[in-house]
């Protein structure tokens, strides 16, 4: 079976069954994502709906649940659980809360979203020495927060989750950005936070991240599945290898780099439209 020995590739899902169809195919998983999104869309979240209120402690034990469930299918390995972070919770808020979920499983990483206080919340998780993945990235400014707060980790306990498919969605180029933050790791000499290429949509995306030697990427069932059962001599079309090795040239002179992080514009619409779409799924299980 076909597989790159730089990417670790995670699954990115909210239903066990999933990655144990995935491994019942013989397809290895090096971890895996969630997030409310994905809980929120579990076939039993539904069923568990139907006919009775859930209050948030049944959800969070429902979502306990499911993380212990990948963690038996998936031991040791890398497990991304998100806190819940409406527009005015604060970091002490997502610390609690993170504090709680690392006892969920044996390796997991804590996702907070990449606003100011998601940010303070992962400076003060990373302290206490629990991994983190810091979520709904979309400009470089949330990159260089992210790195400036996590800087005393050790490599590999922090991931940043650039969301491509999100701005591809918008016009917007996602592959761009992930490759910029990867130069300005680069430049920067940051190399304990690890870039998981995040909000994937198909499957040449998946291959270009692959062919870059990403540290990791996250994807769905189907993509990876075809990755590993249908296409394992496909190879990214040259036209589209081209048009992002001509962005090696990069301009990062818009990035005034600051050592403060209230200096850093962290602020973007895809930062509260991805924060408010997780609160609106979790939020109309109750
Ligand atoms: C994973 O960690 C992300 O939450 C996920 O990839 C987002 O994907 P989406 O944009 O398809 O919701």
New binding site residues.
């Given amino acids: 079976m076909k597989s790159n020995m730089n990417t670790k590739i995670f699954l990115?899902s909210g239903d066990p069954n999933v990655t144990r169809e995935l491994l019942d195919r013989k397809i290895k998983l090096d971890g895996q994502?969630t997030?409310p999104?994905l809980v929120a869309s579990n076939p039993k979240a539904k069923l568990l709906k139907k006919g009775q209120k859930l209050t948030s402690r049944d959800l969070i034990n429902f979502y306990k649940e499911i993380v212990q469930e990948i963690d038996e299918i998936l031991p040791g390995k890398p497990i991304?659980v998100e806190v819940y972070a409406d527009l005015k919770t604060k970091a002490n808020e997502m610390v609690e809360q993170g504090v709680n979920m690392s006892h969920w499983a044996r390796n997991v990483h804590i996702k907070v979203p990449a606003n100011l206080e998601g940010l303070k919340a992962a400076r003060e998780l990373v302290s206490m020495g629990i991994k983190v993945n810091i979520?709904l990235v979309f400009s470089l400014e949330q990159a260089y927060g992210v790195a400036l707060v996590t800087k005393h980790a050790k490599r590999g306990d922090v991931f940043i989750?650039p969301?491509v498919?999100?701005l591809d969605d918008k016009g917007l180029d996602g592959v761009d950005l992930v490759l910029k933050i990867k130069k300005l790791y680069q430049i920067n000499q940051i190399s304990n936070v690890l870039i998981l290429a995040?909000?994937i949509r198909n499957l040449q995306v998946f291959n270009f991240f692959l062919n870059q030697k990403m540290d990791l990427i996250?994807a769905p069932k189907d993509i990876i599945a075809d990755y590993f059962l249908k296409n394992q001599n496909f190879e990214p079309e040259k036209n589209f290898l081209q048009s992002r090795i001509a962005l090696k040239k990069f301009d990062l002179d818009h990035l005034k780099v600051s050592n403060s992080l209230e200096n850093l514009n962290l602020e973007n619409q895809f930062l509260i439209d991805g924060i408010t779409k997780f609160t609106n799924d979790w939020n109309n299980l109750l």
């Fill in positions: 990115d994502t997030n999104s991304s979520t989750s969301f498919g999100r995040s909000s996250t």
